[in-house]
């Protein structure tokens, strides 16, 4: 009753569906439905059959208008109005003298509401414990790197997923690890499971940096160092959220799964793993690793590497390039080393410092770090290097690789100029194109791309003419991992859910929105991205300073385990 669509715009809806959840929980908690159950089943739906039809007839009326309703329309509705009450007067006599019934209905006016605040009040009041969790998992660089034996992703993501696992037991959690590549923590039980999924790797930490990227300094009440908004703050809100459920002792019907990622920030091959060693599917999850009220909709995206040969000629050559840290971050910093005649000098540019060395000089360009979703936001030194490069008398084909990447990149965050026209729709935007990393020397040059395309476009919509492009200039596809788009309409159950949460924390109304950003959702169906970001905040994910403001820490922690007992208690079809 409580989904039926006759009342969009009405609160009737929600006060049934507010009903009913409460009324389980109440009867649950009296540890008495094998009791009442069959009584409270009859008793919600005649009820709410005579809230609708109360609803219908004043919904009736305002359409009319009052000075139109006739005096057996106001009959009828009094009349409805005592039946009404009648019936929940009597119930209890009914039943067999059940005062539980009555009990009930004055505990739903209340309870929830009541619930809520003593869910609230103790994750709020782990928020020393929360701080101190964060600060233990900031400290440990968690950059990918060269695998080891039992360490799939290299020996410091290893430790910092050790540390978490190390929290878990402190915290009284049992803990599952999938041989390296991804764990969980649990609580509850049934058959169904609801997932939390965050990730504990990060990005390489760059230049530019105020605080100490693994220090976990708090200045200001924001807690700085690589990680603690992307994602290893969520990740600890999360689980400080579990502790509170699990406290309290709120009732849940389905188990919910904390999994601690480890490969996101480059290829989801922790997930990847999960899902092909018999990982659990679950019916319902969310990631706190995007933003507020909810994202429904992700670009897809393609990491894509390209390389060519270099048989170099003449007096100028190209001796070694290289920029970036990562394919998803826009490049603050590109060098090139240059052999030139003696004698010759290069011309100045904004952005571009030239510094002579034996045999040479020695070029560098500087830009603006951002996230690879909004390359716009940024200033691509790559971009900066190869049209000042594209500017010198180099020959061959150095002069021929270099004057094509000036020409179809660039600083281009929109990848117009490979397709030869702007890819976008009315929900993402535009596709963006960050190129993030270029690697050479005297004989190869190689680069990587990390484009995103709309969610009602599809990969044959833009992959075909951009390897097209390098083809046709002598360059080779040496890699490429897509992420499928992603989009839940915003009716569905599970975003529904998720935005009912949000706002009643909030009061904010904001719709869902479609991003650019790539996130675990697109790994695990049923899954979408739900914060930890609101309208507003700074965002300093994957640049120099990333922080995380303590009380948002904490709010976030109170949504989570609010949107936890949701999805764990949520009525599927």
Not at 501 to 515: E, F, L, Q, S, W
Request: glycine fraction near 10%.
């Amino acid at each position: 009753l409580g989904r039926h669509e006759l009342f969009p715009h009405s609160r009737h809806g929600d006060e049934i569906k507010r009903f009913h959840n409460a009324a389980v929980i109440f009867f649950r908690k009296q540890n008495s439905v094998a009791v009442f159950g069959a009584d409270v089943q009859r008793f919600i739906v005649l009820y709410g059959l005579l809230y609708i039809l109360e609803s219908i007839l004043a919904k009736v009326r305002d359409i009319s208008g009052r000075h139109r309703a006739s005096p057996l329309m106001y009959i009828i509705a009094y009349t409805l109005r005592g039946v009404k009450t009648l019936f929940c007067r009597t119930w209890g006599l009914w039943s067999g003298g059940n005062r539980s019934i009555i009990q009930a209905v004055k505990w739903i006016t209340k309870g929830v509401e009541r619930m809520d605040k003593k869910l609230n009040e103790a994750v709020a009041a782990l928020r020393p414990q929360m701080v101190a969790a964060l600060q233990r998992l900031v400290r440990r660089r968690s950059v990918e790197a060269d695998p080891l034996p039992g360490k799939p992703f290299g020996e410091e993501v290893d430790a910092c997923f050790a540390e978490a696992l190390t929290l878990c037991h402190e915290l009284g959690f049992e803990t599952t690890d999938m041989d390296r590549y991804i764990g969980w923590c649990e609580i509850g039980t049934g058959d169904e499971m609801v997932a939390v999924l965050g990730h504990l790797d990060v990005v390489p930490e760059g230049e530019g940096w105020h605080h100490p990227p693994y220090a976990a300094e708090i200045e200001g009440g924001r807690l700085y160092g690589r990680g603690s908004i992307d994602d290893k703050g969520p990740v600890v809100a999360s689980l400080f959220a579990l502790k509170a459920i699990r406290d309290l002792g709120i009732p849940l019907n389905r188990r919910v799964r904390l999994l601690f990622g480890l490969n996101e920030e480059t290829n989801d091959r922790d997930v990847l793993y999960y899902k092909a060693h018999g990982g659990e599917i679950p019916v319902l999850g969310f990631t706190p690793d995007g933003e507020y009220p909810l994202i429904n909709g992700e670009k897809g995206i393609l990491n894509e590497s390209y390389a060519v040969q270099l048989h170099q000629t003449g007096a100028w050559q190209l001796s070694r390039v290289q920029g970036g840290v990562a394919g998803n971050v826009v490049p603050d910093y590109a060098c090139a080393v240059l052999t030139a005649p003696a004698g010759a000098s290069l011309p100045e540019a904004e952005h571009i410092t030239v510094t002579a060395i034996p045999g040479g000089y020695q070029v560098e360009a500087v830009g603006v770090s951002a996230h690879g979703s909004h390359p716009e936001q940024g200033e691509n030194a790559i971009g900066r290097l190869v049209c000042y490069l594209d500017r010198l008398p180099l020959e061959g084909d150095a002069r021929q690789a270099v004057h094509f990447l000036a020409e179809k990149l660039g600083t281009d965050p929109y990848g117009e100029r490979l397709l030869g026209h702007r890819l976008e729709d009315a929900l993402s935007g535009p596709m963006s194109c960050n190129w993030g990393l270029i690697e050479g020397d005297a004989q190869h040059l190689w680069v990587k791309l990390n484009y995103r395309y709309p969610v009602t476009m599809e990969w044959a919509d833009c992959q075909p003419a951009v390897q097209a492009a390098f083809e046709a200039a002598g360059w080779a596809l040496d890699g490429q991992v897509h992420k499928e788009k992603l989009y839940y309409p915003a009716e569905t159950p599970l975003v529904s859910a998720l935005l009912e949460v949000y706002r009643d924390a909030t009061g904010d109304n904001a719709p869902p929105k479609c991003i650019g950003g790539g996130t675990y959702a697109k790994m695990l169906p049923n899954v979408v991205a739900f914060g930890p970001l609101f309208a507003g905040d700074p965002v300093t994910e994957h640049q120099p300073d990333e922080c995380f403001d303590l009380e948002r820490l904490v709010q976030n922690a109170q949504i989570i385990a609010n949107a936890i007992v949701k999805l764990a208690n949520l009525p599927l079809e």
